[in-house]
């Protein structure tokens, strides 16, 4: 049986990977485990029970005002979480963009250092 779509990467995030309902992004928000923001990305995380990480995003139109920049910050934040995903174990992660920003290198670099600050973290939790 072929995909439905065969164009569509078959690497992308599964339903199950994804933070979908409204009070599952409050919970994380209100009762976060980890707070990091690193210039213009800002992730919040609390542990789950689940044998993977799972992936919230927020990238409001006041902040990314075009939506093809939206649509673009959202699908480098999707990319970055499905490479380093190894890095997350059993957390559910919100990622949102604090700041005004087109899309492009201030987006890469704040989760490269967002990347850094992470594991620096969770190796001090984990002593």
Known sequence: MQPKNPVRNPGGLARAQRLTKRAEFDSILQDADIRLTRYPVRLVAKANTLEFARLGLTVSKRNVRLAVDRNRVKRLLREWFRVNKD?????????????????GDRVKAGLVELLQAWDQRVSKLDS
Request: overall charge positive; cysteine-free; proline content about 6%.
């Open 87 to 103: 890095h997350f174990r059993s957390y559910d992660i919100v990622l949102s963009v604090r700041e005004y920003v087109r899309p």
